[in-house]
């Protein structure tokens, strides 16, 4: 890792090496939108606009997910950071603005004394932001942001780190990944752990479609908004020519495979350029680009992919409506 912004005592942000580049980007873009059916990478909606832009949905009254997971951390972060006997340090996957996590910081401090908690983000300015943010709302608090994917930060953490370690994956991110890649990333968390070391995972439950939709598709429209940012992106760094008129954002709820979908939906049989890429696309009307799935989950589906991922479940906490559960895992002996 490098250093990629100013430090001092309490705040570093460090740039890893293997973050995403524009090159992996007009690959991704190339692949995804000659594919049958087309589809884009969630992974490109979190520059600096589109995870500004998530804030705001995290706020939305239709998006339950965060407000309903912070219900739950605010009631049981203590318990969540209990049955260590030296302070762990808190690894965040994509971190965002770190809001929720203020509840374990908070409870780590209280109960341990100093904390070291290090976000890891695709958007190296929503990390430097929350950094910022952290350290003045938590004197001695250290903070190390990392920018790039998942693996690669995690595992470069790990080997540079001899504590133990809690590893936050909040926000029900993981739905965004199949079963088998959900299983996958899951055992490639766990290989990087300890005995030591607890993953705290945040899912949401399945519940009735119109009311998923409505969380992935609100009245004000910045899920549209965030949803478009992709085309936005692309016209931006590989000079595409995407109408964004031209595009509708749709949610639904797959009812077989309990995720909701959304997609970018051509109004009009149109031909798009996108030079950066090499690439020249045409749509039909009515023609998507799948751009996300989000995965919900039941008490036996979560018990499943543990297994199937070998970890042990210690706890678990969700909220009165049971909406979103958090649970706590080990790595399986």
């Known amino acids: 890792m490098s250093i990629d912004t100013r430090r001092s005592a309490r705040r570093l942000v460090v740039r890893n090496p293997t973050a995403l580049t524009r090159e992996q980007f007009a690959r991704d873009v190339r692949e995804g939108l000659l594919g049958r059916p087309k589809s884009l990478s969630c992974t490109y909606f979190y520059d600096a606009r589109g995870s500004r832009l998530f ?5 939305l009254p239709e998006y339950y997910l965060t407000r309903t997971e912070d219900s739950i951390l605010r ?22 603005s770190s ?7 908070s409870a780590a401090r209280s109960r341990y004394g100093r904390v070291h908690y290090l976000p890891i983000d695709v958007s190296s300015t929503i990390l430097a932001e929350s950094a910022e943010r952290l350290v ?4 001695g608090l250290r903070v190390t942001g990392v920018t790039g994917d998942y693996r690669s930060s995690l595992a470069e953490i790990c080997v540079r780190i001899r504590r133990p370690k809690l590893v936050l994956f ?50 004000a429209g910045v899920t549209a908004a965030f949803n478009k940012n992709l085309l936005v992106r692309i016209n931006r760094e590989l ?79 969700t909220d ?13 002996s």
């Open 170 to 219: 909040l926000g029900s991110s993981l739905g965004n990944y199949d079963t088998a890649a959900a299983v996958e990333l899951l055992s490639a968390i766990r290989d990087l752990m300890t005995p030591e070391d607890a993953l705290l995972l945040g899912t949401d439950l399945v519940k009735e479609a119109a009311r998923l939709e409505s969380a992935y598709d609100d009245a």
């Open 75 to 96: 009631r049981s972060a203590d318990a969540m950071l209990a049955g260590w006997s030296r302070s762990p340090v808190l690894i965040e996957l994509g971190s965002g």
């Open 239 to 317: 000079g595409g020519n995407f109408s964004l008129d031209a595009f509708d954002h749709e949610a639904r709820f797959n009812t077989h495979l309990r995720r909701v979908e959304m997609h970018l939906v051509s109004r009009v049989r149109q031909s798009v350029e996108v030079p950066g890429a090499n690439l020249t696309v045409g749509f039909e009307s009515g023609e998507s680009i799948h751009t996300e799935n989000s995965h919900k989950y039941d008490a036996g589906s979560l018990d499943q992919l543990a297994q199937a991922a070998h970890f042990t479940e210690e706890a678990a906490w």
């Open 136 to 139: 003045r709302g938590f004197p």
């Open 55 to 59: 804030e705001q949905i995290c706020d």
């Open 99 to 105: 809001t929720k996590t203020r509840r374990l910081i």
């Open 320 to 332: 009165a409506r049971g909406d979103f559960r958090v649970q706590r895992w080990r790595r399986t």
